[in-house]
């Protein structure tokens, strides 16, 4: 560092320290635990040990810069003699078994890891005996600094958090960028999107100056509202023609998805919905100021041009103004509802009921523009149409959710039984109504299930808003209300069907077979285990055919339905979180998505953060279904391969790159069962190369170089290599601490050269933005999933 750099370090480290110690000058314990931030006591204390160099119980000024000069500025023996201070607890000058167990149960703790005692046991055994290598018992300095060289990505940046929060900011360079939306790349890459706003500007632009045109005759103010009224018929219509999702996901298997930016119909549905707020407010106000102008020289005053049907303006008895008024208040009023604050904070319903409106705003057009029926006649017949036709599909069949897996982080997992004449293609999503729950609601969701599972579709729920809560906690009161309800003309049969399902399932030995119709319905419905061994049914149990059948409560209270008291209940079979039942529901759709272009790509790359993984859970497995038909054997021997892949009559993918981003471990286990699935179908070497790999993040644990978490993090890399298993999620993948860092994730796709890159996200926004980057910088083809 140079002079001046070192005096910004130090005046930085003052102000820092004088904002934590008190008014003794001096840094207690507590007070460091809070400025350090960490999780765990236990590094708080050591590292409070080792920095009070004079044992005064307190850090001064001196003894903090001191040490953090040694973490920040120092080179890699000052930072690893600081390592084996704090794993050498006692202080006798090496690390004993006992001193690196505690040591790894506090770094599980700091990065939010929960694993078994004998699972930290065998994670202290693979790291003491791979650092100990004469066999004594005990880690030297010089054993524990050999054993690290073996991790020089963890050597390059080997620091704590308290470095990181003592170190000043970096100083803004400033040089010159040129703007994102001035790149050649971002203009390669959004050409469609472009082109079509383009168009669509030009079209506004055409509209807007004909109309005025039209009526020189009635001043400025008067032609700018004919204007912007011209405008409106247009917006007015096209703001549906975007979200025709059957006559969309139509197009999108045409040569149209190649000209048309049909991806990004919701983000153009937003762009028009601000447009008609626009040009409302426009038109409002010109209309305003030329009333304002007639009122001076008639005998009506300002608000009975706004507000009375007296002046006789509009061609439905001179209700124009009022309908004007009233359309005002309806379009502002669903835009506020339509903003992002109020959806992403857990107010759908808000943004649901709001945007109903839309068939009072068109019915209001109608009456207040002579010629909007002409713009609206036929779009408004094909939207009328797809309504019939999405309400005739819902109700044909009868679709109920047969099983229920409630999963970590308030996740539900619904089986549903899937009817002959349903047909989707991996990643589409439906719109699912379930009475039980809200009677009039329909929300969206993406199928998880492959469109090869022929019996059942899955849909995996997230609990973040009213309904999904709603989902969430009625299944999750199994002990005082029942899961299924039917009246007495339906129930007799309902009753029959279910028990002889059950007498098949207590038939059988095994609890996966006992609910699965096929060997495959038996490999996925492992993700009803745990650990991999133990079915998740807690007593009574369906393991073994011991399970009983237990008569089912009410779902809901009579007077919260609205219902008189049920005539009879459907037996179900309950599990802590797992449980099956015969409840009614509606599915409308399936709706297509960006995700379906996966099969047409060469390279993929499927990024989920989260409950983001379900489209992709769709993907992988139909991916794979296709990738098991092409499997071939050897006939002599063991040894089995997979063909090349590449089928321009299928799908021309030649890799698929799936990386999964979470906050914690639970999380993972939503997934887990089909992942391992996936991996056991790869059990075999490629000649090209692994055709799908996947790459695992947990944000919650600790990098690598970070000292509370550098022991972990070799411990279980040692085990994974031991084991062949992870030991987060018992994958074969390794999972990764930390958040992936995508110029090198992106670089090392790029460099494999296995064709067209296309990269598909699902997750929050706020990812994306930083994804779509990188996508640019490496001219990777970017989509993001959203309806």
């Given at each position: ?137 005990a880690i030297t300095f010089e054993e524990l600094k050999a054993e690290l060289e073996a991790f020089p990505e963890v050597m390059e940046n080997l620091t704590i958090s308290a470095a990181n929060w003592l170190k000043p900011p970096d100083v803004e360079q400033k040089k010159h960028h040129t703007p994102r939306y001035l790149t050649r790349v971002y203009w390669q890459n959004n050409s469609r999107k472009l082109l079509f706003l383009c168009m669509y500007t030009c079209i506004n632009m055409v509209l807007f100056i004909l109309a005025m045109l039209q009526h020189n005759y009635g001043g400025a103010w ?566």
């Amino acid at each position: 560092m140079s002079v001046d750099e070192d005096a910004r370090w130090l005046d930085w480290v003052t102000k820092q320290f004088e904002s934590i110690a008190g008014d003794d000058k001096e840094i207690s314990l507590e007070e460091f635990k809070t400025a350090l931030k960490v999780k765990e006591s236990f590094f708080a204390e050591r590292f409070f040990a080792l920095f009070d160099s004079d044992g005064s119980c307190s850090i001064s000024l001196d003894e903090l810069l001191e040490a953090l000069d040694l973490l920040i500025h120092g080179d890699e023996t000052d930072k690893l003699k600081f390592l084996f201070q704090v794993y050498d607890v006692d202080g006798s000058g090496s690390i004993d078994p006992d001193e690196l167990r505690t040591v790894l149960k506090s770094c599980l703790r700091e990065s939010a890891i929960s694993l078994p005692e004998e699972k930290l046991d065998d994670l202290t055994l693979a790291l003491f005996e791979s650092a100990d290598k004469d066999n004594s018992g005990a880690i030297t300095f010089e054993e524990l600094k050999a054993e690290l060289e073996a991790f020089p990505e963890v050597m390059e940046n080997l620091t704590i958090s308290a470095a990181n929060w003592l170190k000043p900011p970096d100083v803004e360079q400033k040089k010159h960028h040129t703007p994102r939306y001035l790149t050649r790349v971002y203009w390669q890459n959004n050409s469609r999107k472009l082109l079509f706003l383009c168009m669509y500007t030009c079209i506004n632009m055409v509209l807007f100056i004909l109309a005025m045109l039209q009526h020189n005759y009635g001043g400025a103010w008067f032609m700018v509202a004919k204007g912007c009224g011209q405008c409106l018929n247009f917006n007015c219509t096209f703001v549906m023609v975007l979200m025709l999702r059957r006559c969309l996901t139509w197009l999108r298997a045409t040569w149209v998805v190649r000209v048309l930016p049909l991806d990004q119909n919701i983000l153009l549905h937003q762009i028009v919905g601000y447009a008609i707020l626009s040009f409302t407010l426009v038109h409002t106000t010109a209309h305003i100021v030329n009333f304002a102008q007639l009122a001076e020289n008639s005998d009506y005053s300002l608000w009975e041009y706004l507000l009375t049907t007296r002046p006789g303006i509009g061609w439905v008895k001179g209700t124009a103004s009022v309908t004007g008024v009233i359309l005002q208040v309806l379009i502002c009023f669903m835009v506020l509802c339509s903003s992002t604050f109020v959806r992403r904070s857990g107010h759908f319903e808000v943004f649901y009921w709001s945007h109903l409106s839309y068939v009072w705003v068109w019915s209001l057009l109608v009456v207040h523009c002579a010629n909007f029926w002409k713009w609206f006649l036929v779009p408004g017949l094909v939207f009328l149409l797809e309504k019939i036709v999405g309400i005739a599909v819902s109700r044909m069949g009868g679709l109920y959710i047969v099983e229920v897996n409630l999963l970590p982080s308030k996740v539900t997992h619904l089986v549903i039984k899937r009817p002959q004449f349903f047909h989707f293609k991996p990643g589409d999503y439906v719109y699912i109504n379930i009475p039980v729950i809200a009677k009039y609601e329909w929300h969206p969701f993406t199928i998880s299930s492959a469109p090869e599972q022929t019996d059942t579709m899955w849909l995996h729920i997230r609990s973040m808003g009213q309904w999904t809560n709603r989902l969430y906690e009625y299944f999750r009161q199994a002990e005082s209300q029942g899961v299924s309800t039917k009246k007495l003309a339906t129930s007799l049969r309902n009753d029959r069907q279910l028990l002889n399902t059950q007498e098949e399932l207590f038939s059988t030995t095994d609890c996966d077979q006992a609910v699965a119709s096929n060997e495959d319905d038996a490999i996925e419905l492992t993700m009803y285990r745990q650990n991999g061994s133990q079915c998740s049914a807690s007593p009574p149990s369906l393991c073994g055919g011991q399970g009983s059948v237990e008569p089912l409560p009410d779902e809901l209270g009579p007077a919260e339905r609205g219902e008189a008291p049920p005539l009879k209940e459907v037996p179900a079979i309950f599990g802590e979180n797992h449980r099956f039942c015969y409840i009614k529901c509606y599915v409308d759709g399936p709706y297509g998505t960006p995700t379906r272009q996966i099969f047409t790509s060469e390279h993929a790359v499927l990024i989920g953060a989260g409950i983001g993984i379900t489209p992709f859970a769709s993907i992988l497995q139909s991916i794979m279904y296709r990738y098991r038909r092409r499997k071939q054997n050897c006939p002599n021997c063991n040894y089995s391969w997979c063909e090349n892949i590449k089928d321009n009559s299928d799908m021309k993918l030649r890799k698929v790159d799936f990386i999964w981003i979470n906050r914690d471990q639970k999380s993972f286990e939503w997934f887990v069962s089909l992942l391992t699935k996936l991996e056991m179908d790869q059990a075999d070497e490629e000649p090209e190369g692994r055709f799908l790999e996947m790459h695992m993040y947990m944000t919650s644990a600790l990098s690598k170089n970070d000292m509370k978490a550098i022991g972990l993090q070799m411990a279980l890399d040692l085990l994974a290599k031991k084991e062949k298993r992870d030991s987060i999620t018992g994958l074969r993948t390794r999972t990764q601490p930390g958040r992936p860092e995508w110029g090198k994730v992106f670089q090392k796709v790029s460099e494999e050269n296995k064709g067209k890159v296309h990269v598909f996200y699902c997750g929050a926004p706020a990812l994306a933005k930083v994804i779509k980057a990188q996508c640019e910088h490496f001219s990777f083809n970017f989509y993001k999933e959203n309806f």
